[in-house]
């Protein structure tokens, strides 16, 4: 996954971050670099949600990735392990 798409499923803004704060973007880009996804989500978790106010995702900005995702997936019905009935005598 690269930085766009990950500030994307995070649902913020990169690209109004690159043109009004680009220290910050610079910070960011460096540390998703430096560490890699994972660790960069794990390390900056606290700063996303106020990223997200700040800077929100709109809702009719959609990647070509989520329009095909929410093409193919399907919704599964729950369905149980076991039966239900009479449960067994110990």
């Known amino acids: 996954m690269n930085f766009e798409t990950f500030f994307t499923t995070k649902k913020i803004n990169i690209d109004v971050i690159q043109n ?7 910070k960011l880009f460096n540390h998703y670099q ?3 996804e994972k660790s960069f989500d794990y390390s900056n978790k ?6 997200r106010h700040l800077y929100p995702l ?3 900005t959609i990647t070509i990735e ?3 995702k ?5 919704k599964v019905a ?3 392990r076991f039966k239900s009935g009479t449960a067994p005598k110990a």
């Open 20 to 26: 009004v704060n680009v220290a910050l973007y610079q």
């Open 34 to 36: 430096e560490m890699g």
């Open 46 to 51: 606290f700063i996303f949600n106020k990223l």
């Open 58 to 60: 709109s809702d009719k």
């Open 66 to 68: 989520q329009a095909d």
């Open 70 to 74: 929410e093409t193919t997936q399907t």
């Open 78 to 80: 729950y369905t149980p």
